[in-house]
């Protein structure tokens, strides 16, 4: 049997971190893995987590199953930090997930059976999970045009245009903040303009919100969810607790299908428990636990809430540092558009030659398509990129 099996592509990340690792330079730059690091280049635990574990160690009495959607003080903790009171709670089914990417494949395996005709729309470029898991799956799938490599922003005007040729019932993926690749985000008026586009073609939106709090404040980086949310009968929302607690290996998300009436979220509630019932039962509980511990503690939230907006504004100061160093060395404002990007990823919107080149060169290490790590920066290695960029070329 096993000799019937055919290898596997590699996961470019992973080979990336691996030559990364290999590179003897003393002045070698990762920008490549998508984790956040603070100036040492530590990914640090928050001050709230380590609280929040310690009086979960103190205090459990028992490591029994949840339950197959999670705990429901999980679901009702992250039901309000992403959708606020835009969406009645009755109208919300969720369950806990191994992460945002447990969230996702849960998402598209409800799809594939809600609507197996349906095709998904993803924006060009996207996650690279997104369109890995469709095709493992055997969905339908299209693309939207998304980056312009000219401005670096967001081709708005190809946006519209390939949406324009979506079919009732197709479903639309959409980033909730922090655009990954490549820290381009919609404005509240170009959602509008999306939405009233799907409503008119009848369309679903999915909308992945990895890093909320990471982009322009907390309740900022949700207003997209909410918007969209509160504009359908049915939404599906995939949320990851990775990034804006730091709980990366707990593998922490949620998925969150909101329905048209009571009726349609009870049907929703118990397909989504089946399906985790298929693929790993009951889902892990640690990291769910810490983060319903904090949200629903007034102290530890301020306290979380206060180290997140350190983080965010961080990686705000290196976006400026490094867009004003460029404009310094090239005496041109055509990567001021690294300090109106957010989130941790900016894509330079170069060819993979020049990446390589920065790489073999100046021992820069971001991923082929030219998307780097903006927290894989501090002060120090700042001036180190910007050099090595204008060397290159790009």
């Not at 691996?18 to 640090?44: C, E, I, Q, S």
């Not at 009086?55 to 999980?74: N, S």
Request: hydrophobic share 40%; with cysteine; proline share 4%.
């Amino acid at each position: 049997m096993l000799e019937n099996l055919i290898a596997q592509p590699a996961d470019k990340i992973l080979a990336l971190m691996a030559a990364f690792k290999a590179d003897p330079r003393d002045t070698k730059v990762d920008l490549g893995v998508g984790v956040y690091k603070d100036a040492t280049g530590n990914t640090p635990v928050m001050r709230a987590v380590k609280e929040a574990e310690r009086r979960i160690v103190a205090d459990q009495t028992t490591k029994a199953y949840t339950g197959l959607a999670g705990d429901p003080a999980f679901g009702a903790a992250m039901r309000d930090l992403v959708l606020g009171d835009s969406v009645a709670a009755e109208r919300v089914a969720a369950v806990a997930t191994p992460g945002g990417t447990g969230a996702i494949r849960q998402a598209l395996e409800l799809i594939k059976m809600a609507s197996p005709d349906a095709t998904v729309w993803l924006s060009n470029p996207t996650w690279p999970n997104h369109p890995s898991i469709i095709r493992y799956l055997g969905m339908n799938m299209a693309e939207y045009r998304y980056f312009d490599s000219a401005t670096r922003g967001v081709d708005f005007a190809g946006l519209i245009e390939d949406l324009g040729q979506i079919k009732s019932g197709d479903v639309v993926l959409i980033h909730g903040c922090c655009h990954n690749p490549t820290g381009a985000n919609l404005r509240a008026e170009q959602i509008a303009e999306i939405i009233t586009l799907m409503q008119t073609k009848g369309a679903i939106p999915f909308i992945d919100i990895a890093y909320q709090g990471f982009g322009d404040g907390l309740q900022e980086d949700a207003q997209i969810t909410r918007q969209i949310a509160s504009a359908f009968d049915n939404c599906l929302i995939a949320a990851s607790c990775s990034k804006n607690f730091g709980i990366y290996r707990e593998r922490t998300g949620i998925l969150m299908g909101i329905a048209k009436d009571a009726d349609q979220q009870k049907l929703t509630q118990q397909t989504l428990q089946f399906l985790n019932r298929q693929n790993y039962s009951f889902p892990p509980d640690h990291g769910a636990r810490v983060v319903t511990t904090i949200l629903n503690d007034p102290a530890l939230r301020k306290d979380w809430e206060a180290e997140l907006e350190e983080t965010r504004n961080g990686m705000l100061v290196l976006r400026q540092q490094l867009a004003d160093e460029l404009r310094r060395l090239t005496n041109s404002d055509r990567f001021d558009f690294l300090a109106h990007h957010r989130g941790m990823f900016s894509l330079l919107g170069t060819s993979p030659d020049k990446v390589e080149k920065l790489r073999a060169d100046h021992g820069i290490y971001m991923v082929g398509d030219s998307r780097m790590n903006i927290a894989g920066l501090n002060a120090d290695t700042v001036p180190i990129l910007a050099k090595a960029i204008v060397a290159a070329g790009i």
